[in-house]
């Protein structure tokens, strides 16, 4: 059967442009640069975050306080803007640090084997097999509640899937002619694996950062919400939601709105690799043979 | 296949060795003097050699590393620091909350997910497959626990039809059992709605463009039939096996749903555990957690195996 390896018109578009017209991308990066803004802005706000208006607790949204106030008297957008540095704080730093250590640690146990590969994956699989917010409990359990040992307990437990998805590529990519021709010609490993298998991997990457981000603001969120992450007065997304179950007769905004942030900011993350995923993939010469 | 069964079960043995592990050394981890958070600030220091002594930590730590899994391999959990009952007991009495939770939970999800995936696939790219699609990601998006204050605030406080929170064993009130299992079990089944219906709308459009399907259509069975019986049952093994793959998910989830809701479950016990320190509470039930997911996972592959005869052992 005749295979067409010609690019469609639409795959020969790069990446990114591909991206922008994508409607999910549309409401997506909007939605992370206002994130992204509001934790920039936090230093501005943090004073105003801060301040309690004792006059008006668990107050409804008014003019003066456009989301309500918390039950100090707390304005709650303020908040939910100075609370943004936290889960910009989880995407960047957290899925960061487990991309840059599962990246390495798949690279190595997929193309070296033996016995690395045998024990890196075991210990691996021994970490996967934890649930994933129980994983996380436990190592806030060992190093103690707060943000800084939050964001190591969701690296701890990003770390593992991040090297098992590189790992699983890496088994598929090793085999391929020029890998094995920069192996012949005597390139050292480390060369070897950052020039020609590291490049293939980026698409599958970004793509799995993006969805492992949605998922480690939801453990950090939850974290907080049962008191074992952001420590009070510094504002979480999910501590205030917490807050606001327990005043939800007093008062239903307090935990909405922290929750849509949280909603809208997990969506965007999920909406963004479901674009990214396809965008790359189109970019691929389309291989399935014509029916 | 009984090959494959001994050698499944056989990698396992590692898996669960080395989760004992890593759980064992994470939860040595914990800084501080347990006894002071036992005895509290005052205790003399004669009272708490003799507490350490009695808790066998004093003992070199691979020593009661091997006392632990010597005591796990027999069925002794060890006892709670704080209240000195086995722990194996009180897991035994902490499990029917969890259990009923989660299957409560699985049922909701199969019962609405395939259905409404079999909609989305037969109704594809009309505005019925965008809404359905739609609610998945939104229900993928929301976080458990903010769910949760939707449901309390909307049904409990606002309507005021359920109770907000509590739990009546099914023994002693079925109705009120129910009633009050409602809200928790759509909040921890709300993802794996989400992920049956992706699943089951995926692989329905897969096999209805499979050859037999033309095949069955040339014969002129009837598209509802078609749909039922012959693509349906097909999809539907990929859908076991990722609504099985979710159980792991689904701890994730009824540990914080039980917090709300105050359910005397798996998921309070390990939090309240982790509050109050009472290590081998947390470790005991941490790893009957586990073990749980890691046999789940085991059974999911060998249904999998069973199902699909193209998968050589």
């Known amino acids: 059967m005749p295979v067409d390896t010609t690019p469609t018109r639409a795959a020969r578009r790069p990446v990114l442009t591909r991206l922008l017209r994508d409607r999910r991308a549309r409401f997506a990066l909007p939605v992370l640069a206002a994130v992204v803004l509001a ?5 501005l706000i943090s004073a105003r975050s801060r301040a309690t208006d004792t006059e008006r607790l668990l107050a409804g949204p008014s003019g003066r306080h456009p989301l309500g106030t918390d039950e100090l008297g707390r304005d709650v957008l303020a908040r939910i803007v100075d609370g ?3 889960t910009v704080a989880v995407a960047t730093v957290a ?7 599962g990246t390495l640690l798949g690279l190595f146990a997929g193309y070296r084997g033996g016995w690395l590969d045998a024990v890196l994956m075991r210990t691996v699989d021994g970490l996967l097999a934890f649930p994933l917010l129980v994983l996380a409990l436990t190592v806030v359990a060992a190093l103690g509640p707060g943000l800084r040992n939050a964001l190591i307990a969701i690296a701890v437990v990003t770390t593992p899937r991040f090297a098992r998805v590189v790992r699983a590529e890496v088994l598929s990519l090793r085999t391929r002619e020029w890998v094995s021709a920069a192996h012949i010609v005597g390139l050292p490993t480390p060369a070897l694996l950052r020039r020609h298998l590291l490049p293939h991997l980026a698409g599958t990457l970004f793509v799995f950062a993006a969805l492992q981000a949605s998922t480690a603001i939801i453990a950090e969120a939850s974290l907080s919400f049962l008191g074992l992450g952001v420590q009070p007065p510094q504002p979480s997304w999910g501590a205030m939601v917490a807050a606001g179950t ?7 905004s307090l935990s909405v709105f922290p929750g849509l942030a949280i909603l809208l900011t997990i969506a965007a993350f999920n909406l963004l690799a479901d674009a990214l995923r396809d965008a790359l993939d189109a970019h691929r010469p389309d291989l399935t043979p014509a029916r | 296949m009984t090959g494959y069964l001994l050698r499944r079960v056989a990698q396992l043995i590692p898996v669960l060795f080395i989760v004992s592990v890593l759980l064992f050394v994470l939860l040595r981890l914990l800084p501080g003097d347990p006894t002071t958070s036992i005895l509290g600030q005052e205790a003399s220091a004669a009272d708490r050699a003799a507490l350490r002594a009695d808790l066998g930590l004093d003992a070199p730590l691979w020593r009661q590393f091997v006392d632990w899994i010597g005591g796990v391999l ?3 959990l060890g006892s709670s620091w704080l209240t000195g009952e086995p722990v194996a007991g009180v897991i035994v009495d902490r499990l029917p909350a969890t259990v009923e939770l989660g299957l409560i939970a699985l ?4 019962a609405i997910g395939i259905p409404a995936g079999v ?3 037969v109704r594809r790219r009309t505005a019925t497959d965008h809404a359905l699609t739609g609610i998945g990601v939104l229900a993928l998006s929301t976080p458990h626990f903010y769910l949760a204050a939707l449901l309390i605030g909307v049904f409990a406080i606002w309507l005021r039809v359920v109770p907000p929170s509590g739990y009546v064993p099914f023994t002693e009130d079925p109705a009120g059992n129910l009633v009050r299992m409602v809200l928790p079990a759509v909040t921890v089944g709300s993802t794996v709605v989400a992920v049956v219906l992706r699943q089951t709308r995926g692989s329905l459009l897969a096999a209805l463009g499979e050859d037999y399907i033309r095949t069955a259509q040339a014969t002129g069975i009837g598209r509802r039939r078609i749909v039922t019986v012959y693509a349906l049952r097909n999809a539907m093994v990929p859908v076991v096996t990722v609504t099985a793959l979710q159980i792991g998910a689904l701890m994730s989830a009824t540990v914080v749903t039980e917090t709300i809701f105050t359910l005397p479950g798996m998921g309070t016990l390990i939090v309240n555990g982790i509050f109050s320190r009472d290590l081998p509470v947390v470790q005991g039930a941490v790893l009957v957690v586990v073990t749980f997911v890691l046999l789940v996972n085991l059974v999911t592959d060998l249904i999998y195996a069973w199902l699909d005869p193209r998968i050589t052992y």
């Open chain 1, 39 to 43: 934790a920039a802005a936090s230093p």
């Open chain 2, 119 to 121: 909609l989305a696939a």
């Open chain 1, 246 to 252: 327990d005043h939800l007769d007093a008062s239903w």
């Open chain 2, 74 to 76: 027999t069925g002794d």
């Open chain 1, 95 to 101: 899925v960061g640090a487990a991309l840059v250590l």
């Open chain 2, 107 to 110: 049922l909701l999800a199969v």
């Open chain 1, 84 to 86: 943004a540095t936290v």
